[in-house]
């Protein structure tokens, strides 16, 4: 009977992951987000340019500092997950490496949001 | 998955639309295409920011390593090609978020928004290194 359905009777229903628009909206709110964050990330860079080991600590723990750093990193990284993402849907075709890789830019992105988190947050308290 | 001889044969007939090499290259499509690498190499720059933080708060020496490797001849030329890619994506970003309300569609305005976009983010970069290099001084 399988052959009896049209190529198209086939895939419909299977193409889409109902999910486009939701990923659409996160990269927008994302990326509004990090305009200001980024111009903030760059100006923070700037100032610490002739900044020693114990400026740089005492910049970096001032809360409005800590809080800013803290949320360039976070919604960068959400950001970039999602463009990530984006980038291996359209060039990987292989299942296994897809869902493979699929998770390897999940793994990076908590690994990385994690150990920065954990930096700034023991700058921040003193550690 | 049983297929008959007849799906096969629809399957390797069916025209395919050209892909990208045969378009001659234009203002928007380079745009595109650079959007997509910069933000490639944003992803694998933000280890930089990461690798930069966990170095302040571990120890003086890891630190002045950091500092040290980031302020070499190559660490600079990493870093001016870091905000140059920042600010071609941030730029770049601004023009989608343009589109998104419907405005600059028009063939012209897009070509020459693209255009912008790719002095702008040599600008943008030109100046952030000449106050760092006013700064560092």
Do not use: C
């Amino acid at each position: 009977m399988a052959q009896m359905q049209t190529p198209l009777r086939k895939v419909r229903g299977l193409g889409s992951a109902k999910d486009g628009t939701a990923h659409f909206w996160r990269v927008r709110v994302t990326s509004v987000a990090l305009v200001p964050l980024s111009l903030f990330a760059i100006g923070l860079v700037v100032s610490l340019i002739d900044a020693g080991y114990a400026e740089t600590r005492a910049v970096l723990a001032q809360p409005i500092v800590a809080l800013l750093l803290g949320l360039f990193v976070v919604i960068s990284l959400d950001h970039m997950r999602s463009g990530m993402e984006e980038i291996i849907q359209d060039y990987v075709h292989g299942e296994l490496a897809k869902v493979v890789l699929l998770m390897l830019n999940l793994f990076f992105i908590i690994i990385l949001g994690a150990a920065s988190i954990f930096a700034l947050l023991k700058i921040a308290f003193g550690g | 998955m049983s297929k008959s001889t007849a799906t096969h044969a629809t399957q390797r007939n069916r025209p395919l639309s050209p892909h990208l090499q045969v378009y001659r290259l234009i203002p928007t499509m380079l745009m595109s295409i650079m959007h997509r690498i910069t933000g490639g190499a944003l992803y694998f720059g933000m280890l930089l920011i990461a690798w930069w933080l966990i170095a302040a708060s571990t120890s003086e020496e890891w630190f002045a390593n950091a500092q040290w490797i980031l302020g070499s001849w190559v660490g600079i030329l990493v870093l001016i090609g870091f905000s140059w890619a920042l600010f071609f994506h941030l730029l770049g970003g601004l023009r989608h978020l343009l589109w998104d309300t419907g405005y600059a569609m028009e063939k012209h305005t897009a070509t020459m928004l693209a255009r912008a976009t790719m002095a702008g983010s040599f600008i943008l970069t030109a100046l952030l290194w000449g106050v760092i290099s006013f700064v560092a001084a």
